[in-house]
């Protein structure tokens, strides 16, 4: 695994356990299908909540949310389609697509920026 591949990973790690400590339950990690990768499936209540991770180094040419594109919101769509079909109790329950960016921050770990409901399906 490479440099970057390390950080992706570590900074979902850390989304997974922000997520955690503000009330959420992990579901699912890396979920994988023919349309694509979700990075975190969580629980919030009886919403299942689809989490796309977003690592930058800095925020110079934009923050991690901004690269958070039309196509990459298809995939995801199709992704939690699949996932949803597939699991009918979450299919029977509310859903919702959150973006979490993180910047790599000199006095913190991390700085984060949580975006609940960043799609719209």
């Known amino acids: 695994m490479g440099v970057t591949q390390n ?6 790690e850390f989304a997974k356990h922000y997520l955690q400590r ?7 990690q890396n979920y994988r299908c023919k349309y694509g990768e979700i990075d975190l ?4 209540a009886k919403t299942t909540v689809f989490v796309e991770v977003r690592y930058r180094q800095s925020e110079h040419f934009g923050s ?11 995939k995801l769509l ?11 109790k979450a299919a029977k ?9 993180l910047t790599a921050n000199a006095g913190a770990e991390y700085a984060v ?3 609940p409901n960043a799609i719209q399906s």
């Open 7 to 12: 950080k992706g990973k570590s900074a979902e």
């Open 22 to 28: 503000q009330g959420l339950t992990l579901v699912d």
């Open 41 to 44: 499936i969580m629980r919030d």
């Open 64 to 74: 991690g949310a901004e690269t958070v594109d039309s196509r990459k919101q298809r």
């Open 78 to 88: 199709a992704s939690a389609s699949h996932y949803l079909q597939n699991n009918l």
């Open 93 to 101: 329950q509310p859903c919702r697509f959150d973006v979490i960016s």
């Open 113 to 115: 920026h949580w975006i």
